[in-house]
T-cell receptor
């Protein structure tokens, strides 16, 4: 099993809708999680981090962590065409050190 | 701040040639990471350094790959000899150790080995 798993998509949502992106992780991943956004042909950029169980909100973005289910999600409210990108879920591997492992990403398309 | 700087942006080479990718991390960042990205495998960590010291190179695919960080402001990733399956985008990223690894990525090097 890959340490962090995501559906590759594409996930298509209409403009103004809520986009829900999901990620599961294995026991080899610790409790620190990150969402990176990557536009086509560009490098990943950090948009959200979450360290404790529950929700964390930042503008139109909400990250959710459920440790019992080993599940992380990212909600994007009022989706805009500019949100169209690949979203990468990442987590720190256990065992110390600072190795960040990434899922393969979910492609999001926000349609007019 | 200029961010993480990588060079070259694009590299096209023939199988068997040596390839050297370069990275300048953000000033003050003490952790540096080399990742490789492909459609099939996504972002894979190749090696990372803390304070210029290689900490974990378990992701380096084979002995053809090597990485160095001679000082805090420069790192190289070398492939010798290169093979077509090495074609990918190679990203360098840096962070401040102890900040839960908020990585800042360079713009990447698109490598094509013919």
């Amino acid at each position: 099993q890959k340490e962090v798993e995501q559906n590759s998509g594409p996930l298509s949502v209409p403009e103004g809708a809520i986009a829900s992106l999901n990620c599961t992780y294995s026991d080899r991943v610790s409790q620190s999680f990150f969402w990176y956004r990557q536009y086509s042909g560009k490098s990943p950029e950090l948009i959200m981090s979450i360290y404790s169980n529950g929700d964390k909100e930042d503008g139109r973005f909400t990250a959710q962590l459920n440790k019992a289910s080993q599940y992380v999600s990212l909600l994007i409210r009022d989706s805009q065409p500019s949100d169209s990108a690949t979203y990468l879920c990442a987590g720190l591997l256990t065992g110390g050190g600072n190795k960040l492992t990434f899922g393969t990403g979910t492609q999001l398309k926000v349609e007019l | 701040d200029a961010g993480v700087i990588q060079s070259p942006r694009h590299e096209v080479t023939e199988m068997g040639q040596e390839v050297t990718l370069r990275c300048k991390p953000i000033s003050g960042h003490n952790s540096l990471f080399w990742y490789r990205q492909t459609m099939m495998r996504g972002l894979e960590l190749l090696i990372y350094f803390n304070n210029n010291v290689p900490i974990d190179d378990s992701g380096m695919p084979e002995d053809r790959f090597s990485a160095k960080m001679p000082n805090a402001s420069f790192s190289t990733l070398k492939i010798q000899p290169s093979e077509p399956r090495d074609s990918a985008v190679y990203f360098c990223a840096s962070s401040i150790r102890g900040t839960n690894e908020k990585l800042f990525f360079g713009s990447g090097t698109q490598l094509s080995v013919l």
